[in-house]
């Protein structure tokens, strides 16, 4: 089993940086995916960012966050980190870490049914 813990969001005027980070523990993979998803009130969790990591690592990010938003890892502490500059109102929301036991190709990314362990949540607001 794989537990996950985000921890790091809070309150942020618009314009500011917040850095989420993703702690994972239990079973290691040697492939994996490990993605960011967000959820607003009343609106659907949506996909914001992954790493499809197999030996080196991918990077993808939704639309909406291009250019404002990066991802890292540190392998020796099983963490996974998401940088959030500029930020906007809009970006308000829970933010999920999950993971999936594989390597995802890239037009499954977007699918949380793809992802077999999630995170609690990390609320992230937005507001002057």
């Known amino acids: 089993q794989v537990q996950l813990e985000e921890t790091g969001g809070g309150w942020v005027q618009p314009g500011g940086s917040l850095r989420l980070s993703c702690a994972a523990s239990?079973?290691?993979?040697?492939?994996?995916?490990m993605a960011w998803f967000r959820q607003a009130p009343g609106k659907e969790r949506e996909f914001v960012a992954a790493l499809r990591w197999t030996g080196y690592g991918t990077y993808h990010f939704a639309d909406s966050v291009k250019g404002r938003f990066t991802m890292s890892r540190d392998n020796a502490q099983k963490a996974l980190y998401l940088q959030m500059d500029t930020l906007k109102p809009e970006d308000t929301a829970v933010y999920y870490c999950?993971?999936?036991?594989?390597?995802?190709?890239?037009?499954?990314?977007?699918?949380?049914?793809?992802?077999?362990?999630w995170g609690q949540g990390t609320q992230v607001t937005v507001s002057s």
């Open positions: 239990g079973r290691a993979f040697s492939s994996y995916t």
């Open positions: 999950a993971l999936a036991s594989s390597r995802l190709i890239v037009s499954r990314l977007w699918g949380e049914q793809n992802y077999d362990y």
